[in-house]
């Protein structure tokens, strides 16, 4: 028997937004960590030459 | 929560969780936020200095996304209304594949992330603007102007004319002249690209009570008024030469854009019975749509020829 209120239909629909969140998520960590790098370093290129 | 937003989650009788990755997508209306992206573009762009191609990425991804939370935050309070307009009544909210709830919280999630984003990745002047826009749009213009004054959009347009501002803003970590006449053009762009709208789609807006001109003040007297704007977008138009940030490039386009936005106006302003009326309001609106677009890309594009000679 299924206890679940949510349609076979509805799981696969949640399925696909959790691929997406998890793709834009997995993105935002690879862009946040390259602005990181970018800032740390142009700040250390201002702090060499100053 | 309104009647409506209850109406809504009671008709679903769903706990939520229906909507698509692709109704949630339709929340960000992506046309406006494609425009959004374009001229946050030209603003970084036009700035004086440069700008991190990583960090501009960052910032136009900020800025979309802080559009898109708007688009969503709007949807959610305007599903009552959204739900008896032809051209709105299919968003995922009124159509009940996203509860009012939802759209809720994915509008306010996004755009306290974007703030937060480009604050502190970009600059905190950028960050600031972004919030402000978020704020005008969702709180001055929707909840407050939209249903209450004929003058909605004139002032509600501040809320589309910011994004080249948080560009330039991105850029400089300034709001200056330069980026002021970028808002201008856009600020005076707003009012006769949607009463061209609202001038062939008089019914919709007075089937939803939303008090656009022509339902209050006549279709003559829209078309008086957009005649009006137009000619004041005009000189508005040549601000950026004035102040230096655009070249005879831009000028020598701008003169022939506004030639042609104020051949539409004029069509528009004659035309007032039947299928030519229509058709005049209709060709004003796309015309608008493109005219804006066309405006903006002259900056990058003579940027590029300055570059390449």
Not at chain 2, 76 to 104: C, F, H, N, Q
Request: glycine share 10%; proline share 5%.
């Amino acid at each position: 028997m299924n206890n679940t209120p949510f349609s076979p239909e509805d799981l696969a629909r949640r399925k696909k937004r959790s691929l997406v969140m998890a793709l834009i998520l997995g993105g935002l960590v690879v862009l946040f960590f390259a602005t990181t790098i970018v800032r740390l370093s142009s700040n250390a290129a201002l702090m060499a030459g100053g | 929560m309104s009647d409506t937003h209850l109406d809504i989650a009671s008709q679903t009788q769903s706990l939520g969780g229906q909507g698509t990755a692709g109704d949630y997508f339709a929340l960000l209306k992506p046309r406006v936020m494609s425009l959004v992206i374009f001229t946050a573009f030209v603003g970084i762009v036009a700035a004086p200095g440069t700008l991190h191609p990583l960090l501009a990425l960052v910032a136009l991804l900020a800025i979309a996304v802080g559009a898109g939370a708007s688009g969503a935050l709007n949807m959610w309070y305007d599903a009552d209304i959204d739900a008896l307009m032809k051209r709105t009544k299919s968003r995922p909210v009124p159509r009940g594949a996203i509860l009012p709830g939802e759209a809720l919280g994915f509008g306010a999630t996004l755009a306290v992330g974007s703030v937060i984003v480009l604050g502190l990745l970009v600059n905190w002047v950028a960050g600031a603007l972004l919030a402000f826009t978020i704020f005008f749009y969702v709180a001055i213009y929707t909840m407050w102007l939209k249903r209450w004054t004929a003058q909605n959009i004139v002032i509600g347009g501040a809320a589309g004319a910011f994004p080249p501002m948080i560009g330039w803003a991105a850029v400089t970590g300034t709001i200056d002249l330069g980026s002021i006449s970028l808002f201008l053009i856009i600020f005076m762009w707003t009012p006769p690209h949607f009463w061209a709208l609202a001038l062939f789609r008089e019914s919709d807006y007075a089937a939803a009570g939303v008090p656009m001109l022509p339902n209050v003040a006549g279709p003559d007297e829209t078309r008086k008024q957009i005649l009006i704007y137009t000619l004041a977008l005009l000189p508005v138009t040549f601000l950026p030469v004035f102040l230096g940030v655009t070249g005879l490039i831009y000028g020598a386009g701008a003169a022939i854009l506004s030639a042609v936005f104020l051949f539409y106006a004029i069509s528009v302003y004659r035309n007032r019975e039947g299928e030519r009326a229509d058709r005049a309001c209709k060709k004003m609106f796309g015309v608008s749509i493109l005219w804006l677009f066309l405006i903006f890309a002259l900056i990058p594009v003579e940027r590029l020829i300055g570059v390449l000679t």
